[in-house]
């Protein structure tokens, strides 16, 4: 049973690093995203 503890604790810790390592991509290609708008718009708006 101790076995069987100690590889749940270890896959859970496994999960919280891929999910952390995900969000952290997601919040990366979201601020990208947001910055290409930011410097499109630039333009736009010193020709309006």
């Known amino acids: 049973v101790a ?3 100690r ?3 270890r896959f859970k810790v496994v999960l ?3 999910a952390a390592q ?3 991509v997601i919040s990366a290609a979201r601020r ?3 910055f290409r708008a930011f410097w499109l718009r630039i333009p ?3 020709a309006g």
Do not use: D, M
């Open 3 to 5: 076995g069987a503890t």
């Open 7 to 9: 590889s749940l604790a």
């Open 44 to 46: 736009a708006l010193r």
């Open 32 to 34: 990208a995203a947001l």
């Open 16 to 18: 919280l690093l891929v």
């Open 22 to 24: 995900r969000a952290e």
